[in-house]
RNA sequence: CGGGGCGUAGCGCAGGUGGCUAGCGCGCCUGCCUUGGGAGCAGGAGGUCGGUGGUUCAAGUCCACUCGCCCCGACCA
């Protein structure tokens, strides 16, 4: 253990101190860097990169399931926001103002988007007049600004980075199946490609999204016990659209309302990443969503230092469609590099040394469990693209396991108030559906209804785990980012 | 917005009962030597001590105000 501690003496024990373990493997890592602006992160080159990829396989399914991307104003004008009474009342906290253009006091107040329901809407309704005009099917990347006044690297920042899908439709039956298509959407996307487990349901009223019939959400248990929301869709319903009069005519010749959804996820992701699969020695990444999949360590000696940097560099190219870096630096030694990729969560490093090349070998070295094989030069290819499938489903595995026995059920409010103390993780009970009860087992313990699961239902003798009175719904709790 | 902590070199920090030229480790630059789990030696560069105002012969140090950041809490993707 102690030799371990050397090996990450750049890092807090993530046992020790998750917050500051984490904060320190986003800042050494170069994920991200504070600014000056209040609550403002800056995305570093490196955090960026896996950002971009978690962009990219998202929007191959979003794209998939019939979404085209488009992009609105950054700004909305306050009339527009406050027309949905529910929506303004919920954001109106957190929305940033911008009062003058240039030296001129603007007639009317233009909010930073929070969310892009009521400008999307207001265009919406200039688009659609016809049942043939539906359903419409867009997609947002975009910047949010969320006035916060607690923030926290890319879990919580005043700006951060999403995509949002803004979707109208004819009927009802319709939004619902888009708003159930999405979430699953989500589901697949967070567990093929980030590795991460997620529990599905509805959120509660008290949770639900400002101005939503219905919001549906995934949730993912970080190794600290807490639970993340990892993302949302929402059953709009007809609010937004009688508010800004989205209306079209009809097959039948009857004027309609359209029934609309929106959904979305953040740069949240990427510390929900970090949090998941992370250990002592930093970052461990997803061979899927890895800027860097594979890096080369040459073990230089003097004499053979330049027919090293040939074979590494040969060696790097014969590794086609994967992400691939030598680091061919000569001014850190090789015990040096190993710590550095492997905080960076590199999935894969690959050692060359004069032994290696007299054999016609390489030395693999897998970053979740740190096994170090020796492949013969020929096998290597075949070897580094077992290996990045391996490490995505293990690292599937670990978390899925990790989920596994962090969720308890319960039936005693006392011993729910221990373990959510002790052990935190989720907690599986029984719910009369009052929000009085929600209510006062966040007071009583910080843990929130997460969701309502779509496969799991209480038992016709079931009583609320808090009130003791009849339980509708068995329900998700955890204390929460 | 409440409670706590912190702003001194790129990073991490010491100095804090005012007093020599503001220091240490890491990093950085040059050279030599080295490289299989964070090498070594020698030389060198780098500072409006967060900001403003005050007290004083003298302020990194004391006082007031202010800006910013972090952690915990209440609120939130």
Request: charged share 30%.
């Amino acid at each position: 253990m102690a030799a371990e501690k050397e090996f990450v003496k750049e890092l807090t024990s993530k046992s020790e101190d998750f917050s500051q373990w984490y904060v320190d493997v986003i800042r050494k890592t170069d994920m991200a860097d504070y600014s000056s602006i209040k609550g403002c992160m800056v995305i570093k080159p490196y955090g960026y990169a896996l950002w971009e990829n978690i962009r990219d396989g998202l929007d191959r399914r979003i794209k998939a399931t019939g979404h085209q991307n488009a992009y609105f104003p950054l700004f909305v004008p306050e009339s527009l926001l406050r027309l949905e009474a529910e929506h303004i009342e919920g954001f109106a906290p957190e929305v940033a103002w911008v009062t003058h253009g240039g030296n001129e006091k603007l007639e009317e107040r233009l909010a930073i988007r929070p969310t892009s329901e009521a400008i999307i809407c207001s265009i919406y309704a200039k688009w659609i007049h016809s049942y043939r005009d539906l359903p419409i099917l867009i997609n947002q990347w975009a910047n949010i600004v969320r006035w916060e006044k607690v923030t926290r690297l890319f879990l919580r920042t005043t700006e951060f980075l999403w995509q949002e899908g803004h979707t109208c439709h004819r009927t009802e039956e319709e939004a619902q199946e888009e708003t159930i298509k999405m979430l699953n959407v989500y589901k697949e996307f967070m567990e093929t490609e980030l590795a991460t487990p997620v529990i599905v349901g509805q959120k509660t009223e008290r949770e639900k999204f400002a101005g939503a019939l219905r919001t549906y959400t995934i949730e993912a248990l970080m190794a600290d016990g807490k639970a993340l929301q990892g993302g949302t869709s929402h059953n709009l319903g007809q609010h937004f659209a009688k508010v800004f009069k989205i209306k079209f005519l009809d097959e039948d010749q009857s004027e309609k309302y359209v029934w609309q959804t929106s959904w979305g996820v953040s740069t949240r992701l990427v510390g929900g990443v970090v949090m998941v699969h992370g250990d002592d020695a930093g970052l461990v990444l997803p061979p899927r969503i890895a800027p860097i999949q594979v890096v080369f360590v040459p073990i230089y000696f003097e004499r053979t230092k330049e027919e090293i940097r040939a074979k590494v560099t040969a060696l790097a190219e014969a590794l086609p469609g994967i992400r691939v870096e030598a680091d061919l630096r000569d001014t850190f030694t090789p015990g040096w590099k190993f710590n550095h990729w492997e905080m960076k969560g590199v999935p894969v490093r690959i050692e060359v040394g004069p032994k290696d090349i007299a054999k016609h070998q390489v030395v693999i070295v897998r970053r979740d469990t740190r096994e170090k094989i020796f492949v013969p030069e020929t096998e290597m290819r075949a070897t580094v693209e077992r290996l990045l499938v391996d490490i995505q489903r293990s690292l599937f595995d670990r978390a899925t396991a990790f989920l596994k026995e962090n969720t308890r059920s319960v039936t005693d409010y006392g011993e729910f108030k221990e373990l959510i103390e002790s052990k935190r993780g989720f907690l599986v009970a029984d719910w009369c559906g009052q929000a009085a009860c929600e209510d006062k087992i966040k007071e009583d313990t910080k843990a929130t209804i997460r969701c309502i699961p779509f496969d799991l239902s209480p038992s016709p003798q079931a009583t609320c785990i808090c009130c003791g009175s009849g339980a509708n719904h068995r329900v998700y709790f955890a204390r929460a980012y």
